[in-house]
């Protein structure tokens, strides 16, 4: 039986809820209301690395431009057998970014307790690049591939090659704009931006100096998190957007930017990180300037280990976390089943939920991370500095 690791209950209840299947999978935007089903509904797959029946893609997808895939595995029938040793290539955006490289190492591990492999690749942000990398993979021979698309309208001749390769693909983060995938693993980033910066409107008590640190405006998840963030401060009367700076994503371009950002703008009360390197970069930048990151509102996304030890440390207030380990268990998990020639849900919507002070240890217990000497401290005591 495939190794699962502990999901964080929160996570978990929270894509039940929402479940919904989906009988085909297209190119729809995120956060549709009928686009999510459970991620426990996949449940645990074979582990034996292609201990199923047929593993090629193009069985039961749609020809149709930006038409989805069936959810059937490739609806094959067993005209092939599976790989005896399941290889799934991976294409991330920048695995300079630390929720892609826990993922990377999550999935590493999930994938050798089965007999599995796990090729990567890194775009560097670049959609050319991606394209490349994608090309390169197909060529290695993989049989499943996972990819974190930088663009959702230059991944699509990624798609078409995958398809024509006979190659199914679990899209990640984004719904590409059209092109064929087996199954979706989705975020709803402008909710995921409004609800950071909701969190950072009632710590402040609807007055304050905030900034916004984005990351690169060519990734959509990136541009959908500020969208999301600037729609709800503007909201807000009382709440001043004092600068918006977009980043490459990077902890050390983000303490750069937000050096920056403090010599024009010395008085801050709140970031809003548009991941956690973001954010640990601008209060790693609040702290050179002589400012105490425990007394500001700092929020970021995505719920890696280094923001859940920082909020322990009081150097964050919160993220809303997707885990990069419940990622990795999902694509692990669906890429087995697809070579399986089992059913996969057609989409799968990857809620962010809030960690703070007031539930870090439950959090970070469900998650494997291990925190100690926490302190006792809150950026919900932070007053506005004017």
Known sequence: MTRRTSRPIYFTAAIAAAALAFSACSATPPGGSGGSSSSAAGGAS????????????????????????????????????????????????????????????????????????????????????????????????????????????????????AKQAGIPVISLIAPPAGGTYQSLIYLDSVKDGSNACQLIVDRLGGHGKVVILTGPLQIAAAKERADGCRNTLKQNPGIQIEAEVNTDYSLRDAEQKMTDVLQAHPKVDAVFGGNDDIALGAARALTSAGQSPAKKVIVGVDGTEAALK??????????????????????????????????????????????????????????GVTLSGCVNSSASSAAPTS
Do not use: W
């Open 46 to 161: 074979s582990s034996t690395a292609g201990g199923g029946s047929s593993s090629t893609a193009g069985g039961g997808s749609s020809s149709a431009a930006g038409g989805g895939s069936s959810s059937a595995a490739g609806g094959g029938s067993g005209s092939s057998a599976a790989p005896k040793s399941l290889v799934i290539g991976h294409s991330y955006q920048n695995l300079e970014n630390q929720f892609f490289s826990d993922e990377l190492a999550a999935e590493k591990n999930l994938a050798a307790a089965s007999g599995a492999k796990i090729i990567d690749t890194q775009a560097n942000n670049n959609p050319a690049k991606q394209l490349d990398d994608v090309n390169t993979l197909i060529a290695r021979g993989v049989n499943v591939l996972a990819i974190d698309a930088v663009d959702p309208n230059a991944i699509i001749p990624a798609l078409d090659a």
């Open 310 to 367: 920082a909020i322990c440390a009081g150097e964050m207030t919160a993220t809303l976390a997707t885990f990069p380990k419940a990622e990795a268990q999902l694509v692990v998990d669906t890429a087995q089943k697809i070579a399986a020639g089992k059913q996969v849900t057609a989409k799968t919507l990857f809620p962010a939920l809030k960690v703070d002070t007031g539930n870090l240890q439950d959090m970070a217990k469900e998650a």
